[in-house]
């Protein structure tokens, strides 16, 4: 059968669109067919069920009148009863369909335009699925494109086959852009929203320089040398931690290339940012050091309960350490994930200086003892009046000038005292009207039960206490202003560490009634399972 013309032009049309917009060509034929069914439904009725067929190949177009078969009609313009429908078709049951043909219809200019509109919303729908299933695999991926305008400092890049926005916070200072541009950005998240999807582009984010590093870099590539961590302060600065995981490889040495030209490559493209290539250590008192480069450290001091770290640095090295703006130790601890605190190393003296003088001073005065005994009991490395009460008596006795009536004494005293503080801390609990209840808690002492009663919520009662969350007894920390700031909590000047703290709250709650045992076992199992699930996998 011979193609006629308006048959062909079809078929050209749909092929034409659906190469402009980069979809499926059946898509297009689907739309022209919806959008002849609703122009058919216009002519025929809104009740009738139109069904509009086109043959892809020849672009034949057929249109029929759905009747679906039924014991007695409701509805006669899309219902037809069994009776009838056997006449047309004997083997016709209930809730089949019959087609009936329908003549060849001429669409008037409202009914032209009426499936235009739908023809355009289909394939604008297509267009936009085809764009977010293409751009949500490339999370992650540095694209390259074309400046397409620019809206309140926000650029818009055409990517060729979609439409990308860098937004002003994620460009690089006083970079800018113009019309024509060319531009490489990383994709960092795509999103469906109402006006179609989304591609959000940064050219701050950091692993943006871990894929140019991986670009200018044949060894990341390849997976010989890996990219641990980094950090950047847009523009200015960045400290990248790298790792080779072949000993005959130095990884800073790669990074940097040839008379500094792959890490030029990469300045370049980041508006001459300063780039500081760290060799990633497992240790991590040795990684913080090598990530406080170019400063010296002279002594460092961890804290790996709450992830802190104290630097000592020489006098003339503090301002080096710390950076502009404090910028060096702040790219230092987003590198390591440690919170650093820099020190000189006089500011270190004084501060021990002032240790001593406080620990000499409690031992005076809770032992009733005299300068040099308490000087001497604070040099000998001791830091409270319980370890003195309960350590073995050998410990002191062993002291120069002490014996073992001297170290029996000592202990007597530290443990009067510790009694006399108890029934003080007790009396004062009750006061506060905290419930002895409290004291079932695994870890709790009566110095903590006083803090909780004396605490802004006032705790007092198991189901108080329940309510807490391990931040509220050990505080956390906060990013406010480009500063780490620590907020306090209610158990801060107690020796309690997170795991603790959220054991405490785990006993009130079972203790509370608010979960059971079975929970518990329940939450430990879980994880667990979808271990081996992976493992299988």
Request: hydrophobic content about 40%; glycine content about 6%.
């Amino acid at each position: 059968m011979a193609v006629s013309a308006n048959r062909l032009e079809l078929l050209q049309i749909a092929d034409a669109v659906a190469r402009e917009k980069s979809i499926d060509k059946e898509i297009v034929i689907a739309a022209m067919a919806d959008a002849i069914q609703k122009a058919a439904r216009s002519r025929y009725g809104q009740e009738t069920n139109i069904r509009a067929d086109i043959n892809p190949q020849t672009g034949e177009m057929k249109l029929q009148r759905l009747m679906e078969v039924v014991e007695e009609v409701e509805e006669p313009a899309r219902e037809i009863p069994i009776s009838l429908a056997r006449g047309r078709n004997p083997d016709a049951q209930v809730g089949d369909f019959i087609a009936e043909q329908l003549p060849p219809m001429d669409f008037g200019r409202i009914a032209a335009q009426s499936a235009k509109q739908v023809i355009v919303q289909k394939v604008r729908e297509a267009e936009r699925d085809r764009q977010y299933d293409e751009y949500k695999d490339r999370i992650g991926e540095i694209v390259n494109g074309t400046v397409k305008r620019v809206e309140y400092g926000n650029v818009i890049v055409d990517l060729g086959r979609g439409e990308a926005i860098i937004r002003r916070d994620e460009l690089i200072p006083r970079e800018i852009f113009k019309y024509g541009d060319r531009v490489r950005a990383y994709v960092y998240d795509v999103r469906r929203e109402q006006r179609g999807p989304q591609i959000f582009l940064s050219r701050t984010h950091p692993q943006f320089m871990a894929k140019l590093f991986t670009m200018e870099v044949p060894e990341i590539y390849d997976g010989i040398i890996e990219i641990k961590s980094v950090a950047r302060d847009p523009g200015s600065r960045a400290k990248i931690a790298v790792i080779s995981h072949d000993s005959s490889i130095d990884p800073v040495g790669a990074c940097v290339g040839m008379r500094g030209s792959r890490v030029q490559a990469v300045v370049g493209e980041l508006q001459g940012e300063k780039i500081d290539i760290i060799p990633w250590n497992d240790n991590a008192a040795s990684f913080i050091v090598n990530a406080l480069q170019p400063a010296e450290v002279a002594k460092v001091v961890l804290d790996e309960d709450a992830e802190r770290i104290e630097v000592v640095v020489p006098d003339d090295q503090l301002s080096l350490a710390i950076g502009r703006r404090g910028q060096n130790v702040r790219l230092a601890s987003q590198l390591t994930g440690w919170d650093i605190d820099i020190l000189t190393e006089e500011e270190e003296s004084s501060r021990r200086q002032k240790e001593f003088t406080e620990r000499s001073t409690l031992f005076m005065d809770a032992l009733n003892v005299d300068e040099m005994v308490g000087q001497v009991l604070a040099s000998e490395g001791f830091t409270s009046v319980e370890e003195l009460a309960y350590v073995e008596s050998d410990e002191i006795a062993s002291i120069d000038g002490f014996d073992e009536d001297t170290a029996t004494e000592i202990q007597t005293r530290a443990r009067e005292y510790l009694e006399r503080i108890e029934a003080e801390n007790d009396a004062r609990r009750k006061e506060l009207g905290v419930a002895d209840e409290l004291r079932e808690i695994p870890g709790i002492t009566t110095s903590m039960m006083v803090a909780l009663g004396e605490s802004e919520d006032g705790v007092k009662t198991i189901e108080d206490f329940a309510g807490y969350a391990a931040d509220d007894l050990v505080g956390w920390r906060e990013r406010k202003d480009g500063e780490t700031k620590f907020m306090p909590g209610v158990f801060s000047n107690f020796d309690v560490s997170r795991a603790e703290a959220e054991q405490m709250v785990v006993a009130a709650r079972l203790k509370a009634g608010w979960i059971t045992e079975e929970d518990l076992r329940a939450g430990e199992e879980e994880p667990e399972e979808e271990a081996s699930e992976r493992a299988e996998g």
